[in-house]
């Protein structure tokens, strides 16, 4: 029986979670290629065309599993976008798909889905009107502002000074410059217990749960230093349809609970990390994602 090859895409190989993905695959004799996106190269001509990194063919894949982008650049990211794209064309299968991270990373777009699928979500404004940015902040405030794209948390803000209202042209076109890009995502603030859950979802399956804590600020994504705990709170519902609204196979799901306890989807993130659920779960999340992904494979 021919072994699975499957491909691990990262800009981080050396990071925690390519470490335990690669070694539950290896113990299931899977074939792994570790794919470093800024080491591929695109070979093209009129009569060929060929995807390779260190030697290796990447279109002889059965699966590419994309743990994350790591493209901030705009022509890095298009780049990658492009060769998983030609990848799907020849036949690999790239999880999540190329459509459904492009969703994702779109916080207009993943939000207008969730909104479709009629879930909970806190009002949202989305526009490149800088006076319509000032009047929701006014009439909303405190509010959160983010930007259209992004990911860990980077440039989410909390507006709820003063000083920043009464300067609040100021302060939009100052995000605007840092992580805008053009656009502005404002959302009424959810005022909840200090904490948010984070939901793993894979295929259509909630695998795994842990309530975030901030350490200062909104932000609770673990690498910019939330901390992990278990969660009480039954999301499943929640994050299953949220995961299916945006096509995702492999789907991480931000809800927050208001100070009612009723929950409010935030986002939905198409490369999930899951080393900080794992210190607060006793399911091995990187051998169920192999099991899955050799499953996909064959």
Known sequence: MTRSRIGLFSSDPWSKRVETLSQALSNLAVEII????????????????????????????????VLDLGANDIGAFFNRIGLLSALTEMGVRIINSVSSILLMRNKSESMRKL??????????????????????????????LKPITGFGG????????????????????FHSQMFGKGAYILQEYVRGPGFDIRALVLDSEVIATMQRVSTGGIVTNIHAGGTPRPNTVDVSDLAITAAKSVKGSFVGVDIIPDEDG??????????PG?????????????????????????
């Open 274 to 298: 899951w080393t900080g659920i794992q210190k607060v779960t006793n399911l091995n999340i990187s051998e169920c994602i192999a099991e899955w992904l050799v499953d996909q494979s064959v």
């Open 154 to 173: 980077l440039g989410v803000q909390l507006i709820e000074r003063d000083f920043d209202l009464e300067h609040v042209y100021d302060y939009l076109k």
């Open 34 to 65: 570790h794919v470093i996106p800024w080491k591929v190269a695109r070979v093209g001509s009129t009569k060929h065309h060929l995807i390779h990194s260190g030697g290796v063919d990447l279109s002889t894949l059965d699966t590419m599993f």
């Open 115 to 144: 909104i479709s699928a009629k879930l909970p979500v806190p009002k949202t404004l989305i526009t490149e009107s800088i006076d319509d940015a000032a009047r929701f902040v006014r009439e909303n405030f405190p509010c959160v």
């Open 262 to 271: 009723n929950p409010w989807v935030l986002e939905v993130n198409a490369t």
